[in-house]
T-cell receptor, first 119, second 111 residues
Framework: NAGVMQNPRHLVRRRGQEARLRCSPM?????VYWYRQLPEEGLKFMVY????????ESGMPKERFSAEFPKEGPSILRIQQVVRGDSAAYFC?????????????????FGQGTRLTVV | QKEVEQDPGPLSVPEGAIVSLNCTYS??????FMWYRQYSRKGPELLMY????GNKEDGRFTAQVDKSSKYISLFIRDSQPSDSATYLC???????????FGQGTRLTINP
């Protein structure tokens, strides 16, 4: 059973280009979360998606960033017109379902991350 | 002020020592408290989680939550070189699915 798969592992983009980061959740998982980790900092929540729905995007920058989780295929985090400040590690996590009692789903597993460098 | 504060270290201790890692937080709505371990260039892996206050033990690891002081701790007994990693605390409120992370503490266990 493969874990959460993210690709590419490393991505270099020039300023102004687009970056597309992919996340394939674990088999049977229908919930995906994206986090960003700047150098020497903890992870910052960006967006939470279920299949074909964005549930919480409160951590997403208002411009240039978008995310989707289509019915078929991986979740995509898209960054348009990248700037140097977008350089970071982007982690995806997936979980099977929401806890039936409405609590936090503690069965979320993280991928290895995509390290984006903007030059 | 950050919602979650964690001393970034680095922290270096000899093998076999007891390690204490700590976080403080400001949001009294937090109910779930987690500790993650992250090796260099890898994704975080969940070590332990605690709901509300109290202690939880798992092998050499003990997690403590003091909600009255808004303070959580992770203790590692009989530390091993393989425990060398960055340790991240994370928290969430009831019903929320997003985690708020601390900055992470870089720990090195010296043989």
């Amino acid at each position: 059973n493969a874990g959460v798969m993210q690709n590419p592992r490393h991505l270099v983009r020039r300023r102004g280009q687009e970056a597309r980061l992919r996340c394939s959740p674990m088999k049977g998982h229908s919930h995906v979360y994206w986090y960003r980790q700047l150098p020497e900092e903890g992870l910052k929540f960006m967006v939470y998606l279920q299949k074909e729905n964005i549930i919480d995007e409160s951590g997403m920058p208002k411009e240039r960033f978008s995310a989707e989780f289509p019915k078929e295929g991986p979740s995509i985090l898209r960054i348009q017109q990248v700037v140097r400040g977008d350089s970071a590690a982007y982690f995806c996590a997936s979980s099977p379902s929401i806890s039936p009692v409405g609590g936090l789903n503690t069965e979320a597993f993280f991928g290895q991350g995509t390290r984006l460098t903007v030059v | 002020q950050k919602e979650v504060e964690q001393d970034p270290g680095p922290l270096s201790v000899p093998e076999g020592a007891i390690v204490s890692l700590n976080c403080t937080y400001s949001n009294s709505a937090f109910q779930y408290f987690m500790w993650y371990r992250q090796y260099s260039r890898k994704g975080p892996e969940l070590l332990m989680y605690t709901y509300s206050s109290g202690n939880k033990e798992d092998g050499r690891f003990t997690a403590q939550v003091d909600k009255s002081s808004k303070y959580i701790s992770l203790f590692i007994r009989d530390s091993q070189p393989s425990d060398s990693a960055t340790y991240l605390c994370a928290m969430s409120s009831q019903g929320a699915q997003k985690l708020v992370f601390g900055q992470g503490t870089r720990l090195t266990i010296n043989p």
